[in-house]
């Protein structure tokens, strides 16, 4: 299972949300960590990976040697592939 690893602006922004919201997203991050085939979808033309949590995505690097996720981006859909 790999270790999920949040980027310091992703947990600002995590924050800053309200608390249902945050561990919403936090559990999702976990439930990717746990089975990331199933749950991580590859982006085209980028080596990342975005996970859906309801209008946000998070952009997340998935280091397949080092088993790790990490969380590099957290915003809502319309934002965080620009």
Same mark, same amino acid.
């Given at each position: 299972? #790999?270790?999920?690893?949040?980027? #310091?602006? !992703?947990? =600002? ?9 945050? $561990?919403?997203?936090?559990? /999702?991050?976990?439930? +990717?960590?746990? $089975? #990331?085939?199933?749950?991580? /979808? #590859? ?14 995505? +998070?952009?997340? &690097?998935? !280091? =397949?040697?080092? $088993?790790?996720?990490? !969380?590099?981006?957290? &915003?809502?859909?319309?934002? !965080?592939?620009?």
């Amino acid at each position: 299972m #790999p270790t999920v690893l949040l980027h #310091p602006d !992703v947990e =600002k922004e995590l924050q800053s949300l309200p608390t249902d919201i945050e $561990n919403r997203i936090r559990s /999702k991050l976990t439930e +990717a960590g746990e $089975n #990331p085939d199933r749950h991580l /979808k #590859p982006l085209k033309r980028r080596d990342e990976y975005s996970l859906r949590i309801g209008k946000r995505r +998070a952009i997340i &690097d998935w !280091v =397949k040697e080092q $088993n790790e996720l990490r !969380v590099l981006e957290l &915003d809502t859909r319309d934002t !965080v592939y620009q």
